[in-house]
């Protein structure tokens, strides 16, 4: 099977939860997860982790539909693309749900083609506009509302990149 590394963010998240989400977390990893959890500036009482892990292709999906079911987190999984298999980023809000896309070797979103014409149909049609339809592909609304959560505040671990592929 082959191997692939990611990080997974959770953004906000009670504290009552966080021990339940090691727990979950570590489920879907197969192996024990330690998060360093650090308030979370935007929500009271919140708290937020990020983890870098390595492991099977398709671990993003697992730790995702772990921690799906819980309406009161916020999270990001994303997954590198491998020689194999294509990069991927989950995105969770509890007023959005799941959103998953497929992701080049940039980290950029990939939109099959499928999809596409399915929104070019429903513009053609007058169900949505295009537009609409691209920016929910694109997983817009997700990031609209996830980008507050995203900035951690004043003392936050800063992840220096001394390489870009």
Same mark, same amino acid.
Request: hydrophobic share 40%.
């Given at each position: 099977?082959?191997? +692939?590394?990611?990080?997974?963010?959770?953004? =906000?998240?009670?504290?009552?939860?966080?021990?339940? !989400?090691? &727990?979950? %977390? %570590?489920?879907?990893? $197969?192996?024990?997860?330690?998060?360093?959890? !650090?308030?979370?500036?935007?929500?009271?009482?919140?708290?937020?982790?990020? #983890? =870098?892990?390595?492991?099977?292709?398709?671990?993003?999906?697992?730790?995702? =539909?772990?921690?799906?079911? &819980?309406?009161? !987190?916020?999270?990001?999984?994303?997954?590198?693309?491998?020689? =194999?298999?294509? *990069?991927?980023?989950?995105? #969770? +809000?509890?007023?959005?749900?799941?959103?998953?896309?497929? +992701? *080049?070797?940039?980290?950029? /979103?990939?939109?099959?083609?499928?999809?596409?014409?399915?929104? @070019?149909?429903?513009?053609?049609?007058?169900?949505?506009?295009?537009?609409?339809?691209?920016?929910? @592909?694109? $997983?817009?609304? &997700?990031?609209?509302?996830?980008?507050?959560?995203? #900035?951690? *505040?004043? $003392?936050?671990?800063?992840? &220096?990149?001394?390489? /870009?592929?």
């Amino acid at each position: 099977m082959s191997q +692939t590394r990611g990080v997974f963010f959770v953004h =906000s998240a009670p504290s009552a939860l966080c021990p339940h !989400i090691e &727990w979950a %977390a %570590a489920g879907a990893f $197969g192996m024990p997860v330690r998060l360093d959890w !650090i308030p979370q500036p935007v929500e009271r009482s919140a708290y937020r982790a990020e #983890y =870098s892990w390595s492991g099977p292709v398709g671990t993003s999906e697992k730790v995702a =539909s772990a921690l799906a079911r &819980w309406d009161r !987190i916020r999270f990001e999984v994303t997954e590198e693309p491998t020689l =194999s298999s294509e *990069g991927c980023r989950v995105s #969770y +809000t509890p007023r959005l749900g799941l959103f998953r896309a497929q +992701t *080049g070797l940039s980290g950029d /979103v990939v939109v099959p083609e499928g999809r596409l014409k399915q929104a @070019l149909l429903a513009d053609a049609l007058g169900t949505k506009p295009l537009g609409v339809s691209v920016a929910e @592909l694109l $997983g817009a609304p &997700w990031d609209d509302e996830l980008e507050p959560f995203r #900035y951690a *505040g004043e $003392g936050a671990p800063v992840r &220096w990149l001394h390489q /870009v592929v």
